[in-house]
């Protein structure tokens, strides 16, 4: 089970501390990460060391999350993984799982070494895709940061997606005492959403966000592992991806005067100045914002937020609104209200229906010639989807349908035979027709 993958306020990079010695400094200086290491140039020593291994939050913080949101609780099944070398000179990986102080920041690992010489690097990777290989004279873990991601109803977990390298350690002046300081190694984005007054109205719930960038911010990467390797920097494998989704597992509904919280973890290479789309999905409405612009590159274990006000970006132009029509969830002929996809007349009230290439009608048959019900509507011969047309309704019997005469309707779709249009003047309308 992986470490709480947690979100809350902005700003700065969360570390982990693994420490047990009074002697070592709190933390360690990047320019001189190794102090007095222990040597064992016995061939053959094993040597199993107990890292006590503390997650420092940022000073104030209450509760299982530091002021960059970042998780300062271990988990049961946490597993660190440590860059070694060994005194034949060759380069080894040790793991160990957390043995003590899950759902607190400070815990243990034993971590037993071959040989051991010296402390290479170690990371954290809360997505389980990891390994680490040589390639050339550098130590990579390869992992994967998932294009498709799922934030919790609670709107407070993201699965899968917590990533933290050592970037320094120290060592304290008995063996097997290691201060080890972990940095997160993703970008977390944090999109406010503020919906618009039909959202609110028409009992819209969120359901993903997409950002679409210009070069890859998820999929499978590397990262250099040692100490003195270490930088911002991430290389993908060819596996990669620009687009990330997150999804919301559970209903979260819009509501008047308030905004709706999305967040999705990325690679940090959005520089400034790049441009990316941003798609927020609803039910049934679709919202595009393109154009968006990095005033800043984004750097490994910040947050950074996005005001999305829809109704602002939707005025001003900088977004486009697309209201799914549920007509299309529909496959019976009739006419219908397609917002609650109740039958105006339709084959669900008993009628019949024929056509020809330019007239469709449905009928309602009865013994008595009186008592038939017909309604016919009469439509060009040629028809393509996304174009508006003018059809004819007409009557025959009391039908109860109080449409009539000319109505303009947009095709939505076309399907063996099969029309989907949309009343234009009054959208909650639509007809599915048949015609050769």
């Given amino acids: 089970m992986a470490m709480k993958k947690l979100f809350l306020l902005a700003a700065g990079a969360a570390f982990i501390v693994a420490s047990v010695s009074s002697c070592a400094s709190r933390f360690g200086n990047p320019e001189e990460p190794a102090v007095d290491v222990p040597v064992f140039n016995v061939p053959g020593d094993s040597v199993t060391f107990t890292i006590e291994a503390n997650i420092i939050p940022d000073e104030g913080t209450r509760t299982s999350l530091d002021a960059n949101g970042h998780s300062v609780n271990w988990t049961s099944g946490d597993k660190i993984h440590v860059l070694y070398l060994k005194t034949n000179d060759t380069k080894a990986v040790a793991e160990s799982s957390l043995i ?238 397609s917002k609650n996809l109740s039958s105006i007349f339709s084959v669900s009230d008993g009628m019949q229906y024929g056509y020809s290439s330019t007239k469709f009608r449905m009928v309602v048959p009865a013994t008595n010639w009186e008592d038939y019900k017909v309604v016919f509507i009469e439509h060009p011969s040629t028809m393509s989807v996304g174009s508006t047309y003018n059809i004819t309704i007409g009557h025959i019997g009391n039908t109860g349908v109080s449409l009539t005469g000319q109505r303009s309707v947009k095709l939505l779709k076309l399907e063996n035979g099969k029309y989907w249009l949309e009343d234009t003047s009054n959208p909650s309308i639509g007809y599915i027709i048949m015609s050769k």
């Fill in 100 to 337: 003590e102080g899950a759902g607190t920041p400070n815990g243990k690992f034993t971590v037993t070494f071959s040989n051991f010489n010296t402390l290479l690097g170690a990371y954290y990777d809360g997505t389980g895709s990891s390994n680490v290989s040589q390639t050339g004279s550098v130590w990579y873990a390869t992992t994967t940061l998932g294009s498709e991601q799922t934030q919790t109803s609670g709107m407070n977990s993201l699965s899968g997606c917590d990533i933290k390298l050592a970037e320094t350690f120290t060592a304290g002046r008995q063996g097997g005492n290691f201060q080890i300081n972990f940095k997160q190694k993703n970008t977390l984005l944090n999109f406010d959403i503020t919906p618009t007054a039909e959202m609110v109205s028409d009992g819209q719930k969120i359901r993903k966000v997409t950002l679409e960038a210009q070069h890859y911010i998820a999929g499978e990467f590397k990262l250099p592992v040692e100490f003195d390797k270490i930088g911002n920097a991430t290389s993908s494998t060819g596996n990669s991806r620009n687009a990330v989704t997150t999804t919301i597992s559970g209903d979260i509904p819009f509501k008047s005067g308030s905004t709706v919280n999305v967040r999705m973890y990325v690679l940090p290479t959005i520089k400034k100045g790049d441009t990316f789309t941003i798609t927020v999905y609803t039910d049934d409405y679709t919202v595009t914002v393109s154009g968006v612009k990095a005033a800043k590159d984004y750097e490994a274990g910040y947050r950074y937020r996005m005001n999305l006000d829809l109704p602002a970006l939707v005025s001003s132009g900088k977004a486009v609104v697309v209201k799914k029509n549920r007509l299309l969830e529909l496959s019976e002929c009739g006419i219908w209200n």
